[in-house]
């Protein structure tokens, strides 16, 4: 493959910044994140990025590529087109460090504030317990999430509407459906989403679904249960009665 | 003097895996003040990576199992060079702590009747392997981040420890650098725990990420600790050959725990034709029993696919040498064979192998339901490491302790696949309690201003070589070829003096690698610095490679091919000497005690 131009946004915060041009050759089977450590090494050794695995596995690498949001690593040169510049960007919804680097602090703020894991008491003679593959398949889904970060930076209640104040955005409704459907947990964080976490203003666009590079249905399988638990606990005072004399949840 | 900021902590964890994780759990469990710093974002550690699973002999899945069986399997993988100390309480606590996990939030795949499932993996006796698909290392630092929250730590995250502080022998501290703005920080301590892991960056072909450059092992030598078999590099037998970019990445030994086969050119399972002797008892000598035992027939011997990584490797460079290898220098490993005995063999390897499948058919278009995959051997683990009390995990140095890959012992010459993850949770635990109590036992100590500018200013120095300097990754990067060539997985005696001028010369060229711009997230900075660990452990690996004359596990020397019963006495120790040279000292084992040596011998 030929000499390649990338077009990566430079600066320290999104205001401020700027495109420059970098050409480098591409071999076969190349990732747009090799790309980028290729002119660290020829060019550009202050260029800012993350990475950790190299392989899809530690979320580090997301980036908008021509755009789209989505893994450096993950993002082979010969599945975009490359007669043009291929431009790279950081995520939008957090603030720019510097390059391709972001500050996502913010989520870490966030998920302290989820209760925790509350496991009932060990039911087992062996003092631990026991819990069918089904019953678990459901929560592996939710916690294959690799903290990308890249449905948040899509979800336009975050991105658009700058709603971190008051939104935990969709990694975190993730967070908290894999903890209410955790066979074991006895914690009830439901009023929390309403009130905290404020899943109302989802208004199920789905993007988040779409960008997340693990496959998580985040919007069938975690926003849109956890939206019913909402709606089940405060606005249904019959199906809330019967949930209080529902064992476990 | 430079401006740095101060925090102090009764107890200091360096490193944000498994192992110090579970460190800084248990520290701030015991009513101490904790503190964690970790160069990447908190859950991006290696151990994010691990796949297969982490073993425990919770004799789950065969009721035979049990920790001397364990303890058994770790010293014979190892060659007996083991700290059999730290064999034994791994293999006694390792359930205990995996159960932990369980209490935490992990969801472990489970049996049939609702317990913690184990799979098969080489050099383990019995199906051994608490997992989840092959994302179990995922699943465990995100249950331990997620309990470690809510345990009162304070953490660092993106913050680089560049060198620990002492007061007279003790280590009082670290000196590090925040990543986001260049802003050096100073820890204070009464005791440090190393938690760092690998040093794979000083390979070209390497499993592992930026992080590996063996930063707690360089710091622990400077602060004058010990460091112990650092001639043991594990290298994976399989890695991804395929395309170039990806070489080296790893393919988990799940597949051949699931029933993937190796073969050559000629189709031939080439692992049949040479079965070291103290396996042909346990080992399969045909393709039919060996298929039985996968799918769970207790009388049945285990395929020689899942024999110790050493020995796999080896297999492995031996087809390839002699012509007999895969079109991009590997061999093939082969799980869709299995549809010959399992009729929705797709399904079942998408479900066992998840990461497998999205990783072959993202990055080299092959659809490992189907169609075989090219692997060959990749810079994976490192056995050696900062020498350690089997009991406390504490170095030689007072107040400084250690934990996970960053310290020796329990692995000697060879690590079982899955003995990682449960050590660092093992281990993790017991340096993080031991610390702990180090800290209440001990006052503070008091930071020496003359060390604190003196690294400051070899800190920015990259600065203010401008023009004149070198780019610290073409130092990187010629120093990982001259590894790989030299010290790589066979070795011998020229070869390894070469190494050892080779890196005098990338020594001076280290001191002129250069830095531009600023300090904001700059990784040319960062690499400048980092260069200085990855040539001190990679001279720790060549020299103590050097020193032992004979081939033992990991360590191959092709000009002493066999193995040496006086060199299997003695494990190998480098530390720094009063004029700054490294010395190497042969250190005897530590006799082992009677009703251990029974237990081996029970299971010969
Ligand atoms: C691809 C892959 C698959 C694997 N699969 C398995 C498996 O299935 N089973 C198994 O048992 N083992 C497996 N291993 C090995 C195992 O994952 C690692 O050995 C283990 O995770 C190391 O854990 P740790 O806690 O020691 O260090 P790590 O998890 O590597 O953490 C090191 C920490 O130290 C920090 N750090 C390093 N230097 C500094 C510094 N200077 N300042 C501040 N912080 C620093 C890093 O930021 C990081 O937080 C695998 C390894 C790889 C690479
Ligand atoms: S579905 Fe909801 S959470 Fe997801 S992107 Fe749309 S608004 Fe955001
Ligand atoms: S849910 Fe998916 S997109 Fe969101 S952080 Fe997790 S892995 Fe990334
Ligand atoms: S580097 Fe880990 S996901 Fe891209």
Redesign the pocket.
Known sequence: MPQVTFRISRGSTHQDSQFVDYQTDITEGMVVLDAVHQIQEESAPDLACRWNCKAGKCGSCSAEINGKPRLMCMTRMDTIPTDQPVTIEPMKAFPRIRDLVTDVSWNYEVKKRIKKFKPRKPDAPDGTWRMQQVDVDRVQEFRKCIECFLCQNVCHVLRDHHKHDEFSGPRHYVYTAALEMHPLDTEDRIKDVKDEQNIGYCNITKCCTKVCPEHITITDNAIIPLKERVGDEFYDPVRKLFRIFRPGK | MSKYTTHEYDVLV???????LRAAIEASGSGVTCGL????LLGK???V??????AAALANVDERDSWTTHFADTMRGGQYLNNWRMAELHAKEAPDRVRELEAWGAVMDRTKDGKILQRNFGGHKYPRLAHVGDR??LEMIRTLQDHGIHQGIQVHME???VELLTDGERVIGAF?YERDHGRFVVFKAKAVVM????IGRAFRIT??SW?YTG??HALAYLAGADLMDMEFIQFHPTGMVWPPSVRGI?V?EGVRGEGGILTNSEGRRFMFDDIPDAYTSSTSDNEEEGWRYVTGDKSARRPPELLTRDHVARCIVREVKAGRGSPHGGVFLDIAWIKQHISDSEAHIKKKLPSMYHQFKELANVDITQEPMEVGPTT??VMGGIKVDGDSQMSTVPGLFAA???AAGLHGANRL?????SD?VVFGKRAGEYAAKFAKDNSTGQVNDDQVSKIAAWAEAPFERGNSGENPFTIQSDLQVMMQDKVGIVREENELNEALDALEKLKARAEHAAADVNRDYNPGWHTAMDLRNLLTVSEASARSALQRTESRGAHTRLDHPDKNDEEAKVNNVVRKGSDGQMLIERIPITPIRNDLQQIIEENK
Not at chain 2, 195 to 198: E, L, N
Not at chain 2, 417 to 421: P, Q, T
Request: aromatic residues 2%; hydrophobic residues 30%.
């Open positions: 360096i490193g944000a895996g498994g192992a110090g710093v970790c160069k990447s550690a290696h151990t990576m691990a796949e297969g699973g982490m179990t290392g913050v680089t420890v590090a938690a760092t892991g690998g499993s592992n992080e930063d707690g790893l988990t994976h683990y996970g890959e960053c696949g899955g003995n990682s993850l660092l």
